[in-house]
């Protein structure tokens, strides 16, 4: 009588001493089960659950990493394991306030009106009767959308080419002269200044220009170009310095003129980290508020023309509902307003960001045989 004995499957050499692939799933799902447990004898809540289970997940791979891989391998889990939580706690303020801005902002931005209307004859009565009888809020961010999108590229048309010429000045014709050194420490030194002065200088400039109580839209530009200016040139100058000299060189031996050489080697070769400076420029003015409010003003009416005249921009709208709201004894419109516009201004940062980057793209030298 013959029988057939099912033979033993033997762990490979090679697989020998390791954690099963499923381990992190199940130290997770332990974690989190766990985690639960405790924090319903103390009082559950979303943060501390996570927290807790970060920290029994970590516990627990490493331990059993250690029983089994061995003291090297565990040391890897446990740097491992901190690296992505540092990750996740710096993720963690981001998310929190995308969740704010859209749980807040998205009934404001539905509103029928918002983004094709001013606050232009909108009272306290209107916001009264929307609370009390749940009729539609009235009143708009168009008149601070269009502020917003021309005093921010009248600043771009203003800051660009100054901080470009700047820095190329600086990497291609400076050579660490006395001019050069000077213009990095300003430089430095306008990287540092806080937004009011820049307001109070582009004020004081056009005041003894122009004649005092000057604020138009230009004028908010101008203080605008001061914070930007310093982003644009050391972010180009950075991106001008690690253009290779090979390729300079390449294109002098071919008898290339150097200001050509800049224009066509050099430049193209580093647009795409020229234009995510400009937009990390414009990201840092486009939320700019004391600058406005001291050299544009607030307006609740739509203005189109950006050298005269009060103009209103969405930091500032923002701003005024909050502060002091259409109806102050009810003040949910003018918060709803202001929420929907917080959303429209992240929007409109985050289209600007796409936009450089399909226009860095689209000018990025060709690569290929």
């Known amino acids: 009588m013959t029988s057939t004995l099912t033979p033993v ?48 997940f970590t516990i627990g791979l490493v331990g059993w990493s250690a029983g089994v891989e061995g003291a090297r391998k565990a040391q890897d889990k446990l740097a491992t394991c901190l690296v992505v939580g ?17 749980a807040n902002g998205i009934p404001g931005l539905v509103t029928p009106g918002f983004l094709s209307s001013s606050m232009n004859g909108v ?15 009235l009143g708009g961010i168009y008149h601070a959308l269009m502020g917003t999108i021309q005093i921010t590229l009248l600043a771009t048309v203003i800051s660009v080419p100054v901080g470009l010429l700047t820095a190329i000045y600086l990497v291609e014709y400076g050579n660490d002269g006395k001019l050069a050194r000077a213009i990095t420490f300003f430089v430095d030194v306008m990287t540092g200044i806080p937004s009011i002065v820049a307001g109070l200088f582009a004020a004081a400039f056009f005041f003894a220009i122009v004649g005092p109580g000057t604020k138009t839209g230009a004028v908010a530009a101008v203080a605008l170009s001061v914070l930007m200016i ?45 234009a995510s400076g400009v937009t990390l420029a414009i990201a840092r003015v486009i939320g700019e508020t004391a600058p406005i409010l001291v050299t544009a003003g607030f307006a609740t009416s739509i203005n189109s023309n950006v050298f005269g ?61």
């Open 309 to 369: 005249g009060w103009m209103a921009s969405l930091p500032t709208f923002i701003y005024t509902q909050i502060l002091n709201p259409t109806s102050p004894s009810n003040p949910d419109p003018s918060t709803q307003r202001a929420w929907g516009a917080a959303l429209v201004l992240i929007i409109l940062v985050m289209v600007l960001n796409l936009a450089s980057r399909l226009i860095a793209k689209a000018f990025a030298p060709k690569t290929g045989r």
């Open 9 to 56: 499957r033997k762990r490979s050499a090679l697989t020998k001493g390791q954690l099963p692939k499923a381990a992190p799933y199940i130290v997770l799902a332990s974690a989190l089960i766990l985690g639960a447990a405790i924090l319903a004898l103390i009082g559950f809540n979303a943060f501390g659950w996570g927290l807790v289970s970060a920290i029994l």
């Open 123 to 137: 009272t306290g009565v209107y916001d009264n009767r929307a609370v009390e009888d749940g009729t539609p809020v």
């Open 230 to 274: 310093p982003v644009v040139v050391r972010s180009a100058e950075e991106m001008l310095k690690i253009v290779p000299n090979e390729l300079r060189e390449a294109a002098y031996a071919l008898g290339v003129r150097k200001w050509r050489t800049i224009l066509k080697v050099v430049i193209p070769t580093a647009i795409s980290g020229i």
């Open 86 to 102: 540092a990750f996740l706690l710096a993720l963690l303020p981001l998310i929190s306030v995308i969740w704010t801005v859209l």
